[in-house]
């Protein structure tokens, strides 16, 4: 081998090192940087607290699935906000007595209903354990908020248990404010499971058709296993 082609061969895996160096390099500098966006999904039981809802302190009320899609940016160690659209199936249920059957029936109040809830509020949240980067959060954190939302009511109602009573369509519009807390388990570096739970305090007593029966307006509650993904940030082009 020639003094010139021994050179060539060194300068050449020179070279490929320093490029292979250099790219292993970006790519672990691009992974130690903080991903500050987070996507959520989530699914779950869900309940509403209503005149015509059921007998609570029995447990008798009905019990049906909601539905959440989040979006949070983390702005330093230990704040975010969060901001979460979804939907949460209501229906009436329990057996109330005559004597309020009477009274529902005298105020011309809604006896059932079924229908759907949509919402979409925005929190700040806070999480208990801080952490700078998607690296080093922990295995658990808890993280919790509370904002402000608007909530609209799609509801089919009746005025008696008369299977041929007519239907009515009807719907409700409100502001309210979630209540939102949960608790995440770190599954890999970009993932998190979440068992979450929320209650949206609504401003209204009438989702429902049955307004002034309780001293209580109407609220909806949703617990909801949370699926979270941390997004690669975004690389900026000329």
Known sequence: MTLKNFITIGLTLTLLISISFTANSQNFYKE?????????????PSFIYADNGGQYRSLYFEINPAFSLGYTKKLNNRFGITSTAGMQVLESGGNPS???????????SAF??????????????VYLIP???????????LYGGLGFGLL??????????????????????????????GISIRLGEL????????????????L???ANFNRFDDHMAQAQ??????????????
């Open 208 to 210: 429902d058709g049955n």
């Open 191 to 206: 993932s998190d499971l979440a068992l979450e739970g929320t209650l949206l305090y609504t401003f209204t007593d009438n």
């Open 131 to 141: 952490f700078h980067s998607h690296m080093n959060r922990s295995l658990i954190n």
């Open 225 to 238: 296993i949370v699926f979270k993904r941390f997004l690669k940030p975004r690389t900026k082009g000329w």
């Open 98 to 108: 005559t004597a309020i059957q009477n009274t529902w029936a005298s105020n011309g």
């Open 32 to 44: 130690r940087t903080p991903k500050t966006d987070i996507v959520s999904f989530g699914v779950g």
């Open 112 to 125: 059932r209903f079924k229908g759907q809830a949509y919402f979409l509020d925005v929190m700040p949240m």
């Open 152 to 181: 609209h009511v799609n509801r089919i109602q009746a005025f008696s248990f008369d299977e041929n009573e007519l239907d009515v369509r009807a719907t409700s519009t409100t502001g309210y404010v979630p209540i939102r807390a």
